[in-house]
């Protein structure tokens, strides 16, 4: 089955990043626009936007693909035909980034008599994570899980990741949920979904001098020329994170999708798995 982004409006709130890490565009003044396309069948676009890219008015509209559609360029022209029947006057940025596991093969352009259409594909394939690993950016840091590991282990470039957030948003549980809700999703997009909560038990029950990654983020630390007194610091930081436990960042992330997503309480109790009782009364702080 066909599993491209699973929650729309996490990606949303990213949709900036993506534009600035990853297609290296300068996107401001973001105002996502109806994203419902419909002639014949019923069509839904992830991402379409009324924004500026590099100073110019214009729409961005933006897939993530996970699998080979073979129909892609069709979508993308049907797409691109109703966009512009609606904001006839703007130029129109049409990407699909493709995340998924086997080589791209989809086509990026239509030629025939009387048509000539083009598009941009993004392969993830082709940029290491390593690019946003290196980044002191939490906005960085999780998009890194949509890129190609080059081989890395799984486990240990998720380790890494949350170890991190957890040093770059330090006392913040707020915003430290927000990115991991993104992070969720992202993976559930790469099909990592059970190596995230495998990384997320490790950081509960392991010592962090034991875990593979933990060196490397010291080497990081040395490469940004942290003191070995801040290196202490930032092992308080990520011990706090796991005394704190998964548990707290599941609330957290709950507490979010109900009052920034919108969703139900019921629903959203239902999906990670928490007291239906214990939720509402978080709410109502």
Do not use: W
């Not at 998924?100 to 598009?119: H, P, T, W």
């Not at 282990?153 to 380790?159: Q, S, V, W």
């Amino acid at each position: 089955m066909k599993k491209d982004i699973t929650t729309k409006e996490t990606i949303k709130t990213i949709t900036q990043d993506i534009a600035k890490y990853i297609l290296e565009l300068d996107v401001t003044d973001i105002e996502f626009v109806d994203k419902e396309l419909q002639r014949i069948e019923k069509r839904e676009a992830d991402i379409v936007a009324l924004c500026r890219v590099n100073g110019e008015k214009a729409i961005l509209h933006l897939e993530i693909q996970n699998d080979n559609d073979k129909t892609m360029h069709h979508r993308m022209l049907r797409y691109y035909t109703d966009i512009k029947q609606r904001f006839d006057t703007l130029p129109i940025y049409q990407f699909v980034v493709y995340i998924g596991r086997a080589k791209l093969k989809m086509k990026d352009s239509i030629v025939e008599q009387n048509l000539s259409f083009s598009y941009n594909i993004v392969d993830m394939h082709n940029i290491d994570c390593e690019k946003f690993l290196a980044m002191d950016s939490p906005d960085a840091l999780v998009l890194s899980i949509l890129c190609d590991f080059k081989g890395r282990d799984e486990l240990d470039i998720l380790t890494y990741i949350l170890q991190r957030l957890e040093e770059l948003t330090k006392d913040n549980e707020h915003r430290f949920g927000k990115y991991m809700l993104i992070l969720d999703t992202l993976s559930t997009n790469r099909n990592l979904q059970e190596k995230l909560k495998e990384a997320e038990d490790m950081l509960r029950t392991v010592k962090m001098e034991d875990l593979p990654s933990y060196q490397l983020v010291l080497e990081r630390g040395e490469a940004r020329g942290e003191k070995r007194g801040e290196k202490r610091g930032m092992e308080r930081g990520i011990e706090r994170g796991i005394e704190r436990g998964i548990a707290q960042t599941t609330l957290e992330n709950a507490i979010i999708m109900v009052n920034k997503f919108k969703l139900s309480v019921e629903e959203v109790a239902k999906e990670l798995n928490i007291s239906l009782d214990e939720l509402k009364k978080h709410l109502q702080k």
